[in-house]
């Protein structure tokens, strides 16, 4: 397993923007998948979007889909998660979670399916 610590996290009007960074302990960051998560209250954890260890496959939640972009520098053992036209309710938690794997193409869409899973940021969206 690997130690995730999420930060960019914060409050912001809608229509604003915020990038949440994921950094990760380890040696072999390359070889996980991540993926973004996010809980608001009263709600299960949901997929917001994914990425393969080689960043070159990615899938996003329709929620997600035109607004956020997630990436990967796996020079900085970092996964970014771009958010952009936020709206109130895009307010949760977010978390990034990690899978390791040996296939450098797969993405991973549920949450049963990562191993490692960081802290959490809270984002919230103002009207």
């Known amino acids: 397993q690997v130690q995730l610590v999420e930060s960019g996290g914060g409050l912001v009007q809608a229509g604003g923007s915020l990038r949440l960074s994921c950094a990760t302990s380890?040696?072999?960051?390359?070889?996980?998948?991540m993926g973004w998560f996010r809980q608001a209250p009263g709600k299960e954890r949901e997929v917001v979007c994914a990425?393969?260890?080689?960043?070159?496959?990615?899938y996003y939640a329709d929620s997600a889909k035109g607004r956020f972009t997630i990436s990967r520098d796996n020079a900085k053992n970092t996964v970014y998660l771009q958010m952009n036209g936020l709206k109130p309710e895009d307010t949760a938690v977010y978390y990034c979670?990690?899978?390791?794997?040996?296939?450098?193409?797969?993405?991973?869409?549920?949450?049963?399916?990562?191993?490692?899973w960081g802290q959490g940021t809270q984002v919230t969206v103002s009207s």
């Open positions: 990425v393969s260890s080689s960043g070159g496959s990615t």
């Open positions: 380890g040696r072999t960051f390359s070889r996980y998948a």
């Open positions: 979670a990690a899978r390791f794997t040996w296939w450098e193409g797969s993405y991973y869409r549920t949450s049963s399916e990562y191993e490692s």
